[in-house]
C-alpha cells in the first residue's frame, strides 16, 4: 500500500480533537467577569448620565 501511494483502508475513523479546556471552570469564569466589569467601568460615566436624564 505504501509503495502504491494508496490509503490503508482498515485504520479506525480519527475523531475530532478535544476541545474542552483543562482547569477549572470558576477560573475561566472569574478571568470573564473580571474584564466585563473593568470594561463595565470604563462606560460608567456616560451611564450615570444616562440615568440621571431619565430621572
Known sequence: MLLAV???P???ER???RTK???H???RI???KRE???NLMLKMPEMLLAY????
Open 6 to 8: 494508496q490509503e490503508w
Open 10 to 12: 482498515y485504520d479506525p
Open 15 to 17: 475523531k475530532e480533537m
Open 21 to 23: 479546556m483543562k482547569g
Open 25 to 27: 471552570k470558576c477560573d
Open 30 to 32: 472569574a478571568v470573564e
Open 36 to 38: 466585563n466589569t473593568a
Open 52 to 55: 440621571k436624564k431619565r430621572r
